[in-house]
């Protein structure tokens, strides 16, 4: 039994037929579960964080690159902030986005490895400095608008200075001071931290006219700069001495330090960051062109504003001066008012002239005659003065009358005085009596009090043959724990008689007095309460002539330590 067979059929397979998005499926679970957790080692690379909040980015060796992926809520979690170049090992799974048949890693804990370490470091000296307030954002100077002086810290021999100078040249000339150091290796630290500190030393009064003094002006600005490098290459604008040295700097100053994705620590610290050397060259100046333009086209605008004012002022005299009428014709009509007027006013002036005569006869007719009007007047005056005459004279009767009855009843003044005298003696007699009474007892009482005060006066202590140690302040020194070797002190005697001193030895020793006069012997048998010793030393001038007395007051002072136990006034 033959069978045909349709040639143009195609074979048929017993593999199964998958979709795209089975096999997409597939493929994901395949490496989830075999590589459900791995550890990779690798440099980041195209850290990128948008809005959402995940980083996306490519960890690479030498030979090859993998995608990763860290999701926002592990990324707020992590140790580390995730920076390009940033060596790290990476603890998460392999996934797949089906979308794009890419394979990736899902990122659960990253930590630093190999150039890492570096970075960890790096970023826990960053976390130590914002710690201080060094890179608070409110220490930032504003820039110079058109500094007149640029100085550039960077290596002399680099292509970095010439594109600064080439920048600058081209966009607004400025005159640069160059201090030449090292950028990397050993050293350089040291010297870009040296360097700003020595632009910032610069006295701003030096110098002025470089034409005719020869001295350096200070900068208005600082550039800070270097070309790029791998992370080893710019450690030293990590720096802790180059970072400080930033921060003390008075003079605005510009880091340009790598390219732009290069951060150095310096760069926190500046007043403002260039991503590169030439950036911060136009950083430093606007372009010259530009500021000219501008100048210009104020200027033009201000032409135009002007002309326009003015046009606008002509045209509003000439609307104005339409509508005034020829001075001519108005000059005239007011002559001809004016004369209308005054032609009046002559005629108005004799009317009243008149008017007011009419009235002033009409007034002096009524009037009466003045010789007449000072008779009466004379007359009721005399009339008057009459009767106050008469009336005092009978007031003056009355008054002498009460005053010879009021006087008749009075006593003689000699009467009243020996009637007083008596009273008077008889008083003081009374007084004499009670004195012996009232005042004999309190006048002994003071007596007595006045004996007992001058007994217990410290003066007739002192006259005894004591003194009394004071401070330099005049304070009584009672213990000697309140001496010390060197001490100044003031010695007191009868008399308010007083000589200073000074405390010479230590009061552990054995006692030994400059005053004169006592023995070893003779303190240890007054020492027996006190556990140390000091010698107090007269002044020169003043130990000879009070010899005598400070070594009487000593002894006494000696024998009273010993009886009593108190260290009070000793010399030792």
């Known amino acids: 039994m033959t069978t045909e067979t349709d040639i143009t059929s195609p074979a ?217 490098g791998s992370l080893e290459d710019l450690m030293a604008f990590n720096e802790e001495v180059v970072v400080r040295a930033a921060a003390e700097c008075r003079i605005p100053l510009i880091s340009a330090v790598g390219h732009e994705t290069d951060t150095t620590l310096i760069d926190y610290v500046s007043d403002r960051r260039a991503p590169t050397p030439t950036g911060a060259a136009e950083i430093a100046v606007p372009r010259r ?103 005092f004279d009978s007031r003056l009767a009355r008054a002498r009358e009460t005053l010879s009855v009021k006087t008749a009843g009075l006593r003689k003044p000699d009467f009243i005085m020996q009637k007083n005298r008596k009273e008077l003696q008889y008083y003081e007699t009374r007084l004499v009596q009670l004195k012996g009474k009232i005042i004999d007892p309190y006048e002994k009482r003071l007596r007595e009090a006045g004996r007992m005060l001058e007994s217990l006066s410290h003066q007739k202590v002192l006259e005894r043959g004591f003194a009394v140690i004071r401070d330099a302040d005049n304070n009584v020194i009672t213990k000697p724990d309140s001496l010390y070797a060197g001490q100044g002190i003031n010695l007191e005697f009868a008399g308010d008689k007083r000589i200073g001193a000074h405390i010479d030895g230590n009061l552990g020793g054995s006692r030994k007095d400059n005053l004169g006069g006592v023995t070893d012997k003779q303190s240890s048998s007054a020492d027996h309460t006190t556990s140390g010793s000091a010698k107090a030393t007269l002044p020169e001038s003043s130990a000879k002539s009070g010899r005598k007395s400070a070594t009487q007051t000593k002894t006494a002072q000696s024998k009273g330590s010993g009886n009593t136990g108190n260290n009070q006034g000793k010399l030792f």
Not at 129 to 155: N, R
Not at 317 to 337: A, F
Not at 351 to 377: C, E, F, W, Y
Request: aromatic content about 4%; overall charge positive; charged content about 25%.
């Open 289 to 391: 062109i530009d500021l000219l333009a501008q100048v210009m086209e104020n200027g033009q605008r201000l032409m135009n504003a002007s002309a326009r004012i003015v046009s606008a002022h002509i045209e509003r005299v000439e609307n104005l001066s339409k509508r005034l009428g020829d001075p001519q014709r108005l000059v005239e009509m007011q002559n001809q008012k004016l004369d209308h007027l005054s032609h009046k006013l002559g005629s108005v002036f004799e009317r009243q002239i008149t008017q007011k005569s009419n009235a002033v006869g009409k007034l002096s007719s009524g009037l009466k005659d003045p010789a007449h009007m000072l008779a009466q007047k004379k007359h009721r005056l005399d009339m008057n003065e009459a009767r106050m005459r008469s009336l």
């Open 12 to 228: 048929r397979s017993n593999i199964p037929e998958m979709s795209v998005s089975e096999l997409s499926g597939s493929l994901k679970r395949t490496l989830e579960e075999t590589y459900g957790r791995i550890r990779v080692r690798g440099e980041l690379s195209r850290v990128s964080i948008p809005g959402s909040g995940h980083m996306y980015s490519d960890l690479k060796d030498e030979n090859s690159l993998i995608n990763v992926v860290c999701w926002k809520g592990v990324l707020s979690k992590l140790s580390i902030r995730p920076e390009e170049g940033m060596e790290v090992v990476c603890t998460g799974r392999i996934s797949t986005y089906p979308s794009r048949s890419n394979y990736q890693l899902i990122i659960e804990k990253m930590e630093l490895a190999g150039e890492g370490a570096l970075l960890k470091l790096l970023e826990d000296r960053k976390k130590k400095l914002a710690a201080e307030g060094l890179f608070a954002q409110e220490l930032k100077k504003p820039l110079p608008f058109i500094p007149q002086t640029i100085g550039v810290i960077t290596s002399p021999t680099g292509a970095v200075i010439r594109d600064i100078m080439h920048r600058l040249k081209d966009r607004f000339p400025r005159h640069v001071l160059v201090w030449p150091v090292l950028v990397q290796g050993e050293g350089a630290a040291e010297q870009i931290a040296k360097a700003i500190r020595g632009f910032d030393a610069i006295d701003p009064l030096l110098g002025k006219d470089l034409q005719t003094i020869g001295g350096v002006r200070r900068p208005d600005l600082l550039i800070v700069a270097r070309g790029g």
